[in-house]
């Protein structure tokens, strides 16, 4: 190695990295140079493997290494649990951040599937698996096969990339030399501290707010178990943790946000935080500036959200219970931001998570449900990326976006709503893609009045209507999505509904594969239509489509229907082998169907 110490130790097992070609240790230089590209600085990470030389004491140079390091990137596999010498690594490198005071340097990279993880029982047995389970990991088990420049995998790396510099910045305790030393807030000249709150008088403080008011930036207090009846103002960058069961450690505040944040950095865990009413716009927590992580705490609010994010805030909250919000469990607004990670946001009055006037979170591997209106509301301009979250069983739809509203939904399963999976209505847009929607009590997709979003490789089925309705001049491109199951038609396009469907799957379903009507417009095209309980195609009632190189093939009934005053271009498609054969045109629509180049 150079004279340069490292700031991450790779811990993984050697087996895994032979057996998949040296794929661990190209991962750790790509990781190294990302992570470079982000700060502009070397990135140091120690592999064994490259790192010690022929003849060096092996053992020394792990010690030392481990020793020095800032984050451990434990690789997880079977083996790795499995492997006495990475269990004595992690279990080194906890000591070490226990000595630090932190909890968020070990950043678990998820490998390979590994059942010790997946099983409770098994789990309790083992406390590093425990610990690694409650982490914050990325997941690469999709990746392991893909190649490291694929698109794909370049942006996951980015992601870990950036998730390592945003840790950099917030490392408080001194850390190893870059390039340059790490300048940190100015305070007074004794060394950062740890202050007790203790409501029996047996630490520092009785109260919290007393000590942050003696605290100096960058020191840290912990929260003794007991009932705080106080709201905290955090101005100045501290980290605030519970010691103990969160559920035994209440912040109540009556008539106030139970926690104001005020200032550029700071972090808040293991609290149970309780608005308790009073005045209209109070918050379970309040987030105006900065960056504050907001881990492991339970919030709730009887007056307005449970967390508010606003004016260019951009927090990172991760695996906290957000509840039973008087209105909202959390709003993002006036150019807010945030990273919100595997938070449970459940039993809120109002919305799950409303973000509106310019709000432009990340939303990932969430649950969202059992709220009282709709799951995710984007409105007025808002944006977001909602990505893996789970969002099921509330009153309203799962997803509503008007008003200008243009997030990104990827990978998301949205179910068992009690209306609408997705509704996009009043101009609203969105980027809607690889999503599963199914069983809502309702359509699994509604586009009305202008909305126009985008529709691509999402899985839409079992709802309890349609698929996909377009009504009332909606728009939207519907792309390569697998509509089936539904118990009416797979996608009704109605009321001057004008979408443009290609290379979709729309099948099995209860009724018809596609059904327009009422005026409803549309261009059809490269479609497979099939196995469905009615016609493929259904036009009635001055529906108006352009039909065209579609593969509408084992229907119950005809390949297309036209009757009561529907009509249509139907050019170029497969009508074959649909049990009541090509067509069912009736007299009063035949003159005003165009047909030509169709297989029959």
Not at 47 to 59: F, L, N, S, V, Y
Not at 116 to 145: C, H, M, P, S, T
Not at 504 to 518: A, C, F, P, R
Not at 572 to 596: C, F, H, M, Q, T
Request: charged share 30%; glycine share 10%; hydrophobic share 30%.
């Amino acid at each position: 190695m150079t004279g340069e110490k490292p700031i991450a130790f790779m811990s993984y097992s050697h087996f895994d990295d032979e057996h998949d070609g040296g794929a661990l240790t190209t991962f750790c230089q790509r990781l190294s140079g990302e992570v470079r590209v982000y700060t502009g600085e070397n990135f140091l990470i120690f592999q064994d493997r490259k790192d010690i030389k022929w003849g060096h004491a092996w053992r020394t140079q792990v010690d030392e290494s481990l020793n020095s390091a800032t984050f451990i990137i434990p690789i997880i596999t079977p083996n790795f649990f499995k492997s006495i010498e990475c269990r004595k690594e992690l279990e080194k490198f906890l000591e070490r951040e226990k000595d630090l005071g932190r909890e968020d340097l070990i950043l678990p990279v998820y490998y390979i599937e590994t059942p010790l993880l997946k099983d409770g029982v098994r789990r309790k047995n083992d406390k590093l698996a425990q610990i690694i389970n409650k982490r914050q990991y990325v997941d690469w088990r999709e990746l392991r096969f893909e190649p490291f420049d694929s698109s794909v995998a370049r942006k996951k790396m980015a992601s870990l990339a950036v998730q390592i510099r945003d840790a950099l910045e917030e490392v408080v305790s001194p850390s190893p030399k870059i390039d340059e030393p790490k300048k940190h807030i100015p305070h007074t000249s004794k060394r950062n501290s740890t202050l007790i709150v203790d409501p029996m008088c047996r630490g520092d403080y009785a109260t919290i707010s007393e000590a942050i008011e003696a605290a100096n930036p960058g020191d840290k207090i912990l929260v003794r178990p007991g009932l705080y009846q106080e709201g905290l103002v955090i101005d100045k960058p501290l980290e605030i943790v519970g010691e103990g069961e969160r559920d035994e450690i209440e912040i109540q505040a009556m008539r106030k946000s139970a926690i104001v944040f005020k200032t550029t950095n700071g972090r808040v865990a293991n609290l149970t935080l309780r608005q308790m009413g009073g005045e209209e716009e109070l918050y379970g927590v309040d987030i105006g500036q900065g960056r504050l992580k907001l881990e492991y705490c339970d919030i709730s609010s009887q007056s307005e959200a449970c967390v508010a994010i606003h004016d260019g805030a951009d927090p990172r909250l991760r695996s906290n219970k957000i509840h039973d919000g008087q209105k909202s469990g959390v709003l993002v607004w006036q150019t807010g931001r945030g990273t919100l990670e595997d938070n449970d946001i459940f039993g809120n009055t109002d919305v799950g998570v409303r973000i509106w006037k310019n709000g432009n979170p990340t939303l990932r591997r969430n649950k969202i449900y059992k709220g009282n209106s709709v799951g995710v509301f984007v409105y007025d301009n808002g944006n977001g990326i909602l990505e893996e979250n789970e969002i099921f069983e509330n009153t309203n739809s799962g997803v509503q976006i008007t008003t200008g509203g243009n997030p990104k939904l990827r990978k998301n399963k949205i179910y068992e709503g009690k209306r609408n999976g997705i509704l996009v209505f009043k101009n609203g847009l969105g980027i809607i893609e690889e999503n599963e929607i199914f069983r809502n009590a309702s359509t699994g997709v509604t586009i009305e009045t202008g909305g126009n979003p985008t529709l691509r490789r999402n899985k839409i089925h079992d709802g309890k209507t349609h698929g996909v309705e377009i009504s009332n001049n909606g728009q939207g491109i519907l792309e390569e999505n697998d509509i089936f199951g539904n118990a009416n038609s797979g996608v009704q396009i109605t009321t001057g509904g004008n979408p443009t469907l290609r290379r979709n799957k729309i099948h099995d379903g209860m009724t018809h594969g596609v059904e327009i009507s009422n005026n409803g417009l549309g261009i059809l095209e490269e479609n497979d239509i099939f196995g469905n309980a009615y016609s493929g195609v259904e036009i009635t009632f001055g529906g108006n489509p352009n039909v065209r190189q579609n593969r509408i093939n084992r229907n119950n009934f005809e390949a297309v229907w036209i009757h009561l005053g529907g009509c249509g271009v139907i050019e170029y498609n497969d009508l074959r082998d649909n049990k009541r054969g090509a067509w069912d045109i009736s007299e009063d629509s035949e003159p005003k169907v165009k047909r030509s180049g169709n297989i029959e």
